[in-house]
């Protein structure tokens, strides 16, 4: 199985911020990653598809890089809204695995 | 707007059976990969299986820890997918999510219904 690994667990910031969240494959995994938003209450939401791509709607102070086996999220100027947890998705093999979540909260 | 609502949580005795549905609406629904992923108390999100698309049969694939007890279908008159679940145990206490992948093989999860939960205890 593919282990995917996601850092920090816990992430203070403040609004207007620039974060990142990291996750790392235990092998590669092409692009094939997605990163997705779940705020409390809320069904998850997918922010980025194959490691950079935007999906439609999402604001562009979202953004992703990497490939391979190591992956970033960055949110550029973060807004009240971001404060949720984040987490992500490999769809390279079965079985297809999670990252433990990033949990952005208020400073 | 595509739409995902599942239902047929409940609390369950272990060695039990229950058997989960999600409503699928506003897109064409053979044509997507469906899954069903779980989300125990305070644990990482954990896939459960899939069902591929109607070109591909709807075959199906699934988590070994799962592989075995559990089944998923769809109704294809409903546009409904399922999840019988047999056998469970604690370990399967969870929030259930039904999530359509965008498209077919290594597409990513692009909506998720709300989840519903399936407690085992006696």
């Known amino acids: 199985d593919i282990q995917m690994t996601q850092s920090p667990s816990t992430l203070s910031a403040s609004v207007g911020d620039r974060v990142t969240i990291t996750c790392r494959a235990s092998q590669s995994i092409g692009r094939w990653l997605a990163w997705h938003q779940q705020k409390p209450g809320n069904a998850p939401k997918l922010l980025i598809y194959l490691a950079s791509i935007l999906q439609t709607g999402v604001p562009s102070r979202f953004s992703g890089s990497g490939s391979g086996t190591e992956f970033t999220l960055t949110i550029s100027n973060l807004q009240p809204e971001d404060f949720a947890t984040y987490f992500c998705q490999q769809s390279h093999s079965y079985p297809l695995t999670f990252g433990g979540r990033t949990r952005v909260e208020i400073k | 707007e595509v739409q995902l609502v599942e239902s047929g949580g409940a609390l369950v005795q272990p060695g039990g059976s229950l058997r989960l549905s999600c409503a699928a609406s506003g897109f064409t629904f053979s044509d997507h990969y469906m899954d069903w992923v779980r989300q125990a108390p305070g644990e990482e999100l954990e896939w459960v299986g899939r069902?591929?698309?109607?070109?591909?049969?709807?075959?199906?694939e699934y988590a070994a820890s799962v592989r075995g007890r559990f089944t998923i279908s769809r109704d294809e008159s409903r546009n409904s997918l399922n999840l019988q679940m047999d056998s469970l145990n604690s370990e399967d206490t969870a929030v259930y999510f039904c999530?359509?992948?965008?498209?077919?093989?290594?597409?990513?999860?692009?909506?998720w219904g709300q989840g519903t939960l399936v407690t085992v205890s006696s």
């Open positions: 069902s591929k698309h109607k070109a591909e049969r709807y075959t199906t």
């Open positions: 999530v359509r992948a965008s498209g077919g093989p290594n597409t990513p999860f692009d909506s």
